[in-house]
């Protein structure tokens, strides 16, 4: 499949994408779906909403596509001109190209997808990796951005070390193991059952990046002059959700942040708390415990 390759083989790539057509089936949702062109490759997105509303770019995390966002657009489809990007080398349906983290390269690809889009300024809303692509977006495009809506973003904070040897420990158990392990990610919550499978799917034909995902600095940071709103949950295992917010927090004064006690890592996007961040001047600020 050529040096760009991202799943494991042809065979567990065209699996991941057949149950992503299923999830696109099953779901009751007006929406579109089509390939924008980039120099860094083609970018798979789903659309929904009245094209007169105001844009909303949603950003997936690392090791997912735009599924995980599915429930969330048909919230957001109401207000929203909602378009849900795959990002590229991730297993979605955009093309499999991986450039470094490090450099403009992310961050010119969103670009060329907003001009694509013919999008003059949109809101943002990124999770973990998504998040991490949100803020370099910002940072570099400042005046493309209405409103950022940080969901447990990488980049912050540095990872937990932890989190890595607690996946080897949890992978040499096998199936149930693993069930572990999402349930973890998961903040301890349980998981649909269709997503916990297409979850394994990924994990069993997807090469996840081994690259460090590069920390901005304090300067990086605060470029970021639009309204922010931040989302970490208190049982995230991956990430430092009290350091990410003192950091963003102390730089940042105008940042809003919010602390969900029963989230973990992945269950972080609700969509009702997002919705009103975008519909009310403020969000409650919540306090460090």
Same mark, same amino acid.
């Given at each position: ?28 949702? *007006?929406?579109?779906?089509? @390939? ?7 970018? %798979?997105?789903?659309? +929904?909403?009245? =094209?007169? /509303? ?45 450039? *470094?983290?490090?450099?403009? @390269? ?7 997808? %907003?001009?694509?889009? +013919?999008?003059? =300024?949109? /809101? ?166």
């Amino acid at each position: 499949m050529g040096k760009n390759t991202v799943f494991k083989t042809r065979e567990g790539k065209n699996d991941v994408i057949k149950h992503y057509d299923l999830f696109l089936e099953k779901r009751a949702l *007006s929406y579109e779906k089509f @390939y924008v062109d980039t120099v860094y490759g083609k970018t %798979f997105i789903i659309a +929904s909403g009245e =094209k007169g /509303n105001p844009p909303l770019i949603l950003l997936h995390g690392s090791g997912m596509n735009s599924v995980m966002w599915l429930r969330d657009i048909q919230e957001y489809s109401r207000n929203y001109r909602v378009y849900a990007v795959d990002i590229l080398g991730e297993p979605g349906k955009s093309d499999e190209n991986r450039p *470094s983290l490090n450099g403009p @390269y992310y961050a010119e690809w969103l670009k060329a997808v %907003f001009d694509d889009l +013919s999008l003059k =300024k949109a /809101n943002i809303v990124g999770i973990s990796l998504g998040a991490w692509l949100a803020i370099k977006f910002s940072v570099n495009y400042p005046e493309k951005v209405s409103k950022l809506v940080l969901l447990c973003p990488s980049g912050v904070g540095k990872q937990k070390k932890s989190f890595i040897f607690k996946a080897m420990f949890y992978a040499l158990l096998g199936e149930k193991g693993i069930d572990k392990l999402y349930y973890k990610v998961n903040g301890n919550q349980p998981i649909p059952e269709a997503m916990l499978k297409y979850q394994k799917l990924i994990g069993k034909n997807f090469n996840y990046r081994r690259e460090t995902i590069p920390i901005f600095s304090d300067n990086e940071l605060k470029l970021l002059t639009m309204p922010i709103t931040l989302f970490v949950g208190a049982k995230d295992i991956m990430l430092y959700s009290d350091k990410t917010v003192r950091r963003l927090g102390g730089l940042l004064p105008h940042v809003e942040t919010n602390i969900i006690s029963e989230a973990g890592h992945s269950n972080i996007n609700d969509v009702n708390k997002i919705i009103a961040c975008f519909t009310i001047e403020k969000c409650k600020r919540s306090e460090l415990a």
